[in-house]
T-cell receptor
Framework: AQTVTQSQPEMSVQEAETVTLSCTYD???????LFWYKQPPSRQMILVIR??????QNATENRFSVNFQKAAKSFSLKISDSQLGDTAMYFC?????????FGQGTRLTINP | EPEVTQTPSHQVTQMGQEVILRCVPI?????FYWYRQILGQKVEFLVS????????KSEIFDDQFSVERPDGSNFTLKIRSTKLEDSAMYFC??????????FGSGTRLTVV
């Protein structure tokens, strides 16, 4: 069975700081994808970044980057130069056959 | 940018009533999903749908639930005989090839 664990229920940083959100996962799939989703107070699920497991290079999207450690089954999200609009719940997810499995989420607050 | 559209955005129903949640996936996507998020909890997989049939379902998706693609564009989730614990945010998602999911903005279901 697939599992995804986010060990940080809440985090808080000052605007412009860098913050890293942790995620570990377990899967029996050989080829899979990993995702980070942002859920603002509107509760919409917004894709932040995606990593293909067979690619060694870490994915980056502007201020967002991941540290993908396949052997350790770790997939952390780094947000650089954090902005007030980054305040949201962040969910890590693993894609196995036919479905996404989500972690419990990390509530991130960016303080002015 | 193409969107997944969900209606209604908020539905209030009495316990025991049937509800139908509607979704219009992105037109060239082939895989369709329903997820559920009880307030304050993680996002849970309900069902995936491909080639006009259910491809996988979770243990949550019991006989109370059904899905249908009635006309080639809509994708519906029917919940029969609703219970208080069915109150949640329901997300529809679609995917072209299972490596990228687009979520709708969700339907907030309140059972009273």
């Amino acid at each position: 069975a697939q599992t995804v664990t986010q060990s940080q229920p809440e985090m808080s940083v000052q605007e412009a700081e860098t913050v890293t959100l942790s995620c570990t996962y377990d899967t029996s799939e050989n080829n899979y994808y990993l995702f980070w989703y942002k859920q603002p107070p509107s509760r919409q699920m917004i894709l932040v970044i995606r990593q293909e497991a067979y690619k060694q290079q870490n994915a980056t999207e502007n201020r967002f980057s991941v540290n993908f450690q396949k052997a350790a089954k770790s997939f952390s999200l780094k947000i650089s130069d954090s902005q007030l609009g980054d305040t949201a719940m962040y969910f890590c997810a693993s894609q196995g056959a036919q479905k996404l499995v989500f972690g419990q989420g990390t509530r991130l607050t960016i303080n002015p | 940018e193409p969107e997944v559209t969900q209606t209604p955005s908020h539905q209030v129903t009495q316990m025991g009533q049937e509800v139908i949640l509607r979704c219009v996936p992105i037109s060239n996507h082939l895989y369709f999903y329903w997820y559920r998020q009880i307030l304050g909890q993680k996002v849970e997989f309900l069902v995936s749908f491909y080639n006009n049939e259910i491809s996988e379902k979770s243990e949550i998706f019991d006989d109370q639930f059904s899905v249908e693609r009635p006309d080639g564009s809509n994708f519906t989730l029917k919940i029969r005989s609703t219970k208080l614990e069915d109150s949640a945010m329901y997300f529809c998602a679609s995917s072209k090839d299972q490596d990228g999911y687009t979520f709708g903005s969700g339907t907030r279901l309140t059972v009273v």
